[in-house]
Each structure stands twice: as structure tokens, then as C-alpha cells.
């Protein structure tokens, strides 16, 4: 197994991007770890970047900062970085990183979309950020828990029912009462309402596969991969 996945999208060369798996380790501050090993592991991280990553304090919302301007723990969701040499990275283990860049390579950024942050709208304000049309930028979903093991209660159907309608063609409906969701299906469809129409990625599912990537709902307390992209 791998430390690291790169996306296979058609990114223009200067945009570079790339997920931790659970080989490389944790690299979240927030999970009971030992301090020097997450600052070993942050150091080897670091030389494959060309700067320290913005490490943002996620709070499932639709926050979207600049990697230029924000300082390290801002509390946001998303990042967004219009010039070389400022990484934008997520945190996850279950909830879905999205990357995204522009067919010119002038922009990147890098969403934490679990289902609150996709109910609070962060697909749409990172767009909004950005301020390039849809029509001209790609998206990648990296490693989130997949549709075939994703089950929640009636509070996130509800949820969804109260934002979009057309979300709820994501559920499945069990004979426990709960149901069966599609992050990525649901992010496709944000993606799209804003004009992504080229989306790649979306078929791992953190859950199912043990060895290569945490999960939060597998095993409670547990490390958080990184999902990173900025340009050159």
C-alpha cells in the first residue's frame, strides 16, 4: 500500500494535489496522538510541499478562507489559493475532501464537505470564492465513506429534504428505519447546480477499505488522512 494517492484528473500540470492514506498516518492535531510523532509525520509531509499546508479548525460549515491571507487553525471548511506556493488542505476520515481547479491553473482549492457542510452550502461558497464559472473549473472527489456503507437517521433526511428535494434520490431507505447515503452523488449534484459538470474521483469508500484509509465511523476515535492541492 501507498502513503500517498494522486487524483486522476486532467489538471493542468501546474496544479499539484494529492491525499494521505492511512500508511502515512494520522496528521491530525485534534485525535489523541503523541505530539512528536504527528510533528514527525507533519515534517515528512512537508517535503512534498512547497510551504507549511494551511491547517484550518473544521467545523462542518461553509466557511471558505484564503490560504494567502488565513492563519494556521482559522475555523472554515474550505480554502482557496490564487497564487504558487500556497497549499490548501482538508482533514478527513469518512467525510469527503473535493478539490478543485480551473482549466487555466490559476486557482485551486480544497472542501470538507461531510453532510453538514454540504447542507450548509460549502460547495457554493467556495465557488463563489473563487469567482470563475463552473464551466471552467474541474472538480475530484477524494476518499469518502461510500453509499453502500454510509447509513444515518431520519435527522440528516430531514436535513436534505429542507434543502434540496432533489438530494433525497441520494438516500436509500432501510427496514431499520435509517438510510442509505450518497456523499458523493450529493456532491455531484451541488457541483453541477454550479456548473461543474467535470467531476472525477469518487470511487473509494473509507469505511470498506480498513487498510488504506481512517474511518471515523469504522472505529470512533481514529487519525484523519490529508487532502492537499496547490500550484507551481
Known amino acids: 500500500m501507498a502513503d500517498f494517492i494522486y487524483p486522476d484528473w486532467p489538471a493542468p500540470t501546474r496544479v499539484k494535489a494529492m491525499t494521505t492514506t492511512r500508511w502515512f498516518g494520522n496528521l491530525a492535531a ?27 479548525t473544521q467545523v462542518h460549515g461553509a466557511q471558505c478562507v484564503s490560504a494567502e491571507n488565513a492563519r494556521a487553525g482559522v475555523e472554515a471548511d474550505a480554502s482557496i489559493a490564487r497564487s504558487p ?15 478543485l481547479c480551473d482549466t487555466e491553473g490559476t486557482t485551486v482549492a480544497a472542501i ?18 473563487m469567482a470563475i464559472p463552473g464551466n471552467q473549473l474541474l472538480a475530484w472527489l477524494g476518499p469518502g465513506i461510500g453509499p453502500q456503507a454510509y447509513e444515518v437517521g431520519r435527522d440528516v ?74 500550484t507551481v
Open 30 to 56: 485534534h485525535v489523541e496522538d503523541d505530539p512528536e510523532m504527528l510533528a514527525t509525520r507533519r515534517d515528512i509531509l512537508r517535503r512534498h510541499l512547497p510551504a507549511d499546508p494551511l491547517w484550518l
Open 85 to 99: 506556493g500556497h497549499v490548501c488542505a482538508i482533514l478527513t476520515a469518512d467525510c469527503l475532501p473535493i478539490l
Open 112 to 129: 470538507h464537505a461531510g453532510w453538514r457542510g454540504l447542507v450548509a452550502g460549502v460547495v457554493e461558497s467556495t465557488v463563489r470564492a
Open 157 to 230: 433526511w430531514l436535513e436534505f429534504s429542507g434543502y434540496d428535494g432533489g438530494a433525497l434520490k441520494m438516500f436509500a431507505e432501510q427496514p431499520n428505519g435509517k438510510w442509505l447515503c450518497d456523499l458523493y452523488g450529493i456532491a455531484r449534484q451541488q457541483l453541477a447546480r454550479v456548473g461543474i459538470e467535470r467531476v472525477w474521483g469518487g470511487d473509494y469508500c473509507t469505511f470498506s477499505e480498513r487498510k488504506q484509509f481512517f474511518s471515523h465511523r469504522r472505529d470512533g476515535q481514529t487519525g484523519r488522512m490529508a487532502t492537499l492541492i496547490w
